[in-house]
């Protein structure tokens, strides 16, 4: 068979029906994407501030003293390790801002299953002792659920502080009934 050079590549045709299954594809898939992103936001900032309150935790044993994680009134959600224990965010004093569109929100279903006793207001604070155990909750557990605002769609994850100082985060599907530690 000999060769013709104006049968090489392929038709207008041909390269439309390919960009065509590409756009459906892509408009099916962009919306799970995007609900995937906002879960691992969700996730990987609720470990960051498990692991900032650890950090205060093991301030107050380096320093063998008393170290708060304090949550300061603003939006969006910001804490700093109080190492001087004067409620004061001072420049020397380690500080983490979440994004402006998380929010502690009410536990929902799910908070029921913990059976908690403190729970973390926006004006609360979680003070360790020199041992690293958490200072005025006697044996109960301290709650943070984290959450994107009023909309349940993309879970909750809670933050676990037991009195002897280990933290957890916890996970919640939208509509769980139960909480679940990974």
């Given at each position: ?5 104006k ?146 769609e993309?879970?909750r ?26």
């Amino acid at each position: 068979m000999r060769w013709h050079p104006k049968n090489r590549g392929f038709s207008l045709v041909e390269l439309l029906v390919v960009i065509g299954i590409i756009l459906v594809i892509s408009a099916l898939a962009v919306p799970n994407v995007a609900r995937q992103i906002r879960q691992y936001r969700l996730g990987s900032n609720a470990t960051l501030l498990a692991n900032f309150i650890q950090r205060a935790r093991f301030e107050a044993i380096k320093r063998n003293t008393t170290v708060s994680c304090r949550l300061l009134p603003v939006n969006p959600i910001t804490l700093f390790v109080d190492s001087d224990n004067d409620s004061v965010q001072d420049a020397n004093e380690s500080l983490l801002v979440l994004p402006s569109d998380l929010a502690f929100v009410g536990g929902g279903p799910p908070v029921g299953t913990f059976n908690l006793g403190v729970v973390v207001t926006p004006a609360g604070a979680i003070s360790f002792d020199a041992r690293g155990a958490v200072l005025g909750v006697g044996s109960s557990t301290s709650l943070a659920i984290l959450g994107y605002g009023a909309n349940p769609e993309f879970g909750r994850k809670a933050i676990t502080v037991t009195a002897s100082g280990k933290t957890k985060v916890w996970s919640a599907e939208s509509g769980a009934a139960a909480w679940r530690y990974p």
